[in-house]
């Protein structure tokens, strides 16, 4: 069984920065990659970043040249850089990895594990 522990949530004033962590363990296979999600009260969950094993990354429009993804040199550590942050960003952040048996391309950004999410609000 695969675990994925967050960090690094908090408040900050519109225009700050913050810095997400996490981590998986337990019983991985291969991590093929891991992401960010979020979500905003009323609104469904939506994909923030991710990064493949490769290192290859794909962001959402609402935060390219605001966010920054990278992971640890094990691939089971993700962090996200989260600059220039706006109201809208106020949500709870979630990780997940895409641990697989192997990293096909179908599968590297295909994430079957989640944390517990960090709350990130930010004010104006």
């Known amino acids: 069984q695969v675990q994925v522990v967050e960090s690094g949530g908090g408040s900050v004033q519109a225009g700050g920065s913050l810095k997400l962590s996490c981590v998986a363990s337990?019983?991985?296979?291969?991590?093929?990659?891991m992401g960010w999600y979020r979500q905003a009260p009323g609104k469904e969950r939506e994909l923030v970043s991710a990064i493949s094993r490769s290192g290859s990354t794909t962001y959402a429009d609402s935060v390219k040249d605001r966010f920054t993804i990278s992971q640890g040199n094990d691939k089971n550590t993700v962090y996200l850089q989260m600059n220039s942050l706006k109201t809208e960003d106020t949500a709870v952040y979630y990780c997940a990895a895409a641990a697989w048996l192997s990293c096909t391309s179908t599968v590297i950004f295909r994430h079957n594990t989640w944390g517990q999410g960090t709350q990130v609000t930010v004010s104006s």
């Open positions: 337990g019983r991985i296979t291969v991590m093929c990659g």
